[in-house]
């Protein structure tokens, strides 16, 4: 029993570090090898269910990581028209990006900035770069290191919806944060 | 096409523009400036344009051989055609004319003739086919004072007679407006057809469109050099908004590729010196530049956005876009004092300036009331602020021909993004282009191109 409930365990480390990446693969291989080759032998057996203590806890710490990086990436700044200041929504996002940088000090990430349809090409490749620019110089100020940010500018060319409402334009205005 | 292009050019006679003509065509523009200065925000719906009615018969020919026939049809209807594009001209119907031009002498019309029919100019034209190479003569009469305004005697291959014709027609618009080149000239735009932003040029009127780049990425903003020989424009060729200066005849690329964006460039008129917004700095500022890409000196110092240099004729001054005031407005700087000035006042978002190169407008898009951008014209001493184009999408990007007589812009009136042309009053408006695609930034050439 003690011996299944170590494979159990193995398991449950083993998988969700295989679904992520460097952050976690230092945490992976901190475990003995034995006990990883045993855990693929036990895979074959049906498993049995996991006590309920261990299980969950470090399951939801996983997801937590997970949606905590995805909500990252996918969670835009976004402005109002024909500006780069950030409003009380924005700076709450960019608090929790800035939180997110530091509890993951090895990510490096590219800001862009993008724009809506309306207003001409040059004056949005120029407002673009101000809006990811002021979002860099918030996370600076929270403390992000500069040196793990880069901005980029598109101006209006890469707009998220395509429609011309204001609802779209509204998405389309916006810092964008994609890991390197 | 051009680089077997020989034809001789024999002036027939020159005589000054006459007087009425002059007057008439200078009441235009006079009549405009003093209706602008009444009020602060003029709308030409009917910008009250009177035409000039020009006759142009079919050329006289000498042998009348069938080929000699079609390169006299040909001729004349390139002519009435090219002519027609500025829209100064109304061409009057040949079915009325009551003159055969076979039966007369073209360097000396039976003027009362054409006046009947109601023609304030005529143009006569007499060719002659042999194997290939044509003589051509062609004159411009003033049929009310019945002088001949120019005559010139074209020889060269048939194959020339596009070149022929449009340097002709360079000849009657020195005569009528003082300026003349803007046959020669093409314009350069961005389109999407390929599925990506590509640089492309085309003629004057739409004909012989090119692409220029290749690169598959986003290419945007294409500036003409003075002499019509490079093309500089923004592009993520390498993955962010560098700036290439690029030789359109022998494809010789400079690259500005420094850190953050490199933006907006505007060619400083008679050299191979451009300005173009630069933010390596940490904030977009505008710079002066060889033509090789190399900085000569910083021209904006404020922290903001700063971009879209164009400069006056004698480079002197240069307008530009600024968010200094709070929004972007178009602000005129004086290149010697640095002394910076700001032009308009009116709305709360003025781009993309381009000064005309006779020095006293400058045409810029403006975002009205109702939430769509239009071209709008204004003195350079902001008098005169006049809307050319309304309620028809947005419209953007204008820039003059170069002899100011026209200009070109982008619109989406017909809800995807083509190239128009309208004449510098803003009326005649009409599609350049017809290509796949998304057509957007057109840009005239200042110089000859060919």
Redesign the interface.
């Known amino acids: 029993m003690k011996r299944k409930y170590l494979v159990i365990l193995a398991m449950l480390l083993v998988v969700p570090g295989l679904l992520l990446t460097a952050s976690c693969a230092k945490k992976v291989a901190e475990k003995p090898a034995a006990a990883v080759a045993k855990a693929a032998e036990a895979a074959k057996a049906p498993a049995a269910p996991a006590p309920a203590m261990t299980a969950p806890v470090v399951d939801t710490s996983k997801a937590d990581e997970l949606a905590a990086r995805e909500r990252f990436q996918k969670q835009d700044v976004n402005f109002a028209f ?1 500006s780069s200041v950030l409003d009380a929504t924005a700076q709450a996002i960019l608090k929790n990006k800035a939180d997110w940088m530091k509890k993951n000090p090895t990510a490096a990430v590219t800001i862009e900035g993008h724009c809506d349809e ?6 949005n ?3 673009g ?2 809006r990811a ?1 002021s979002a860099k110089a918030f996370l600076v100020n929270l403390g992000v290191p500069a040196a793990r940010m880069t ?5 209006k ?1 890469k707009p998220l919806d395509p429609a011309k409402t204001e609802e779209a334009y509204a998405k389309n205005r916006r810092a964008r944060f994609v890991l390197k | 096409m051009i680089e077997n292009f020989r034809y001789s050019v024999k002036i027939i006679s020159f005589k000054l523009a006459c007087a009425f003509l002059f007057a008439s065509l200078m009441s235009l523009w006079t009549t405009t400036s003093y209706g602008a200065s009444r009020y602060d925000y003029i709308d030409i719906n009917n910008p009250l344009l009177k035409k000039i009615p020009i006759a142009i018969p079919v050329f006289k020919v000498g042998n009348g051989s069938s080929s000699e026939e079609e390169v006299s049809q040909r001729g004349s209807r390139l002519l009435s055609d090219t002519l027609a594009f500025t829209s100064y001209f109304k061409i009057l119907d040949r079915g009325s004319f009551l003159i055969d031009i076979q039966k007369t002498d073209v360097s000396s019309p039976q003027f009362s003739g054409w006046t009947t029919v109601g023609a304030e100019l005529l143009v006569t034209g007499a060719v002659a086919l042999n194997n290939s190479q044509i003589e051509m003569e062609l004159r411009l009469f003033d049929a009310y004072n019945e002088r001949q305004l120019v005559g010139k005697k074209y020889s060269g291959h048939v194959n020339d007679l596009r070149p022929m014709i449009r340097r002709f027609c360079n000849e009657i618009m020195g005569i009528l407006t003082g300026s003349s080149g803007l046959f020669d000239s093409k314009i350069a735009f961005v389109s999407s057809g390929t599925g990506s932003k590509e640089i492309y040029t085309c003629d004057f009127d739409g004909h012989s469109p090119a692409q220029i780049t290749n690169n598959k990425s986003i290419n945007l903003t294409p500036a003409w050099s003075p002499d019509g020989k490079w093309i500089a424009y923004t592009t993520y060729a390498k993955g962010k908004p560098d700036l290439y200066i690029h030789n359109v005849s022998d494809n010789r690329i400079f690259v500005v590729d420094k850190k953050g964006t490199s933006i907006s460039p505007g060619w400083v008129p008679g050299t191979f010196e451009l300005a173009a917004s630069l933010s390596f700095s940490g904030d977009p500022e505008i710079y002066l530049l060889t033509g090789t890409g190399k900085i000569i000196n910083r021209l904006t110092d404020n922290t903001g956005i700063d971009v879209s240099p164009s400069f006056s004729p004698d480079g002197k001054k240069m307008a530009f876009v600024s968010r200094r005031g709070g929004s972007p407005q178009i602000y005129i700087q004086n290149m010697n004092s640095g002394a910076v000035e700001r032009l308009t006042f009116q709305g709360n978002n003025n781009t993309q300036p381009d000064w005309s190169p006779k020095g006293d407008k400058i045409i810029y898009t403006g975002l009205e009331k109702g939430g769509n951008f239009n071209i709008f014209v204004i003195g350079v001493n902001g008098n005169g602020l006049i809307q050319l184009t309304r309620s028809q999408g947005d419209n953007e990007s204008a820039s003059w021909s170069p002899d100011a007589s026209m200009i070109v812009f982008s619109s989406t009136r017909e809800g995807t993004s083509r190239v128009y042309v309208m004449t510098a009053y803003g009326a005649d408006q009409r599609k350049l282009l017809d290509l796949p695609g998304k057509q957007s930034e057109p840009k005239w050439s200042q110089g000859l191109t060919n």
């Open positions: 024909d309306r207003g001409t090409v040059a004056y490749l120029a407002l770069e101000r620019e901005t980029i500018s598109f101006g060319e």
